[in-house]
């Protein structure tokens, strides 16, 4: 079993930056790939940006592109979601996910195990 934690959520301003954080309560190589979701009140869950953990290949949603950067820290299973040029529609509960699946195509489906989530909150 693979708990995560995700820190970092808070009130920001449009236009504003944040980074979440999300930590892997074990380091375990057979993590193949960790990725961030989000969910406003009302919507679906969706998946954010994923990273391949071996390969360090990404994948993001299309309405975070060229916004958002998913990245990790070397040899540790802790990934950071940067968030920048932030709008108010990206205000959601962001949740870690990890996963030992080989695929992914950033659906919830293809992910084992998620964090508590933290709150993003954008204001005009």
């Known amino acids: 079993q693979v708990l995560l934690v995700e820190s970092g959520g808070e009130s920001v301003q449009a236009g504003g930056s944040l980074r979440l954080s999300c930590v892997a309560s074990r380091y375990s190589d057979s993590i193949r790939f960790m990725g961030w979701f989000r969910q406003a009140p009302g919507k679906e869950r969706e998946g954010v940006a994923h990273l391949d953990m071996y390969r360090f290949d990404t994948r993001y949603a299309d309405s975070v592109k060229g916004r958002f950067t998913i990245s990790r820290k070397n040899g540790q299973n802790v990934v950071y979601l940067q968030m920048d040029n932030l709008k108010l529609g990206n205000t959601a509960m962001y949740y870690c996910?990890?996963?030992?699946?080989?695929?992914?195509?950033?659906?919830?489906?293809?992910?084992?195990?998620w964090g508590q989530g933290t709150q993003v909150t954008v204001s005009s």
């Open positions: 996910t990890a996963t030992y699946r080989d695929y992914s195509d950033l659906r919830a489906n293809n992910f084992n195990f």
